[in-house]
């Protein structure tokens, strides 16, 4: 014996799955950008942070290597906002500010 669908339903179901499967993708991408936006900054006394000469405004920096306008916003190893903080390959754990600057820095191509 064959189970009839009735394509209706089949519909109704589809639709329902698609916005189950959109609220979850839409949930789990929020509940990231909230964690990143949690995360403890990197300060001064960090020791990665003095090690690499990090500051939290790069116009502030005394380091020779510093270039004008290069900021962690426009970093490689930076995954943030172009405002705000946001977490660096070289802080896990952490966030460092999207106006920061350390020795690291490697512009986005
Ligand atoms: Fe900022 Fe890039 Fe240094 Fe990370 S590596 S702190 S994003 S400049």
Known sequence: MSK??????ARRNFL???????????T??????LRAAELPHVT???ATAKMLGYVEDAT??????YKTGSQCANCQLYAGNSTGY????????KSVS????????MPKK
């Open 4 to 9: 009839h669908i009735n394509p209706h339903q």
């Open 16 to 26: 329902k799955m698609s916005a189950a499967i959109t609220a979850m993708v839409m």
């Open 28 to 33: 789990g991408g929020a509940a990231s950008w």
């Open 44 to 46: 001064d006394s960090d």
């Open 60 to 65: 502030t920096t005394k380091d020779a290597r």
């Open 86 to 93: 946001g977490p660096c390959q070289l802080f896990p754990g």
């Open 98 to 105: 999207a106006n920061g600057w350390c020795s690291a820095y």
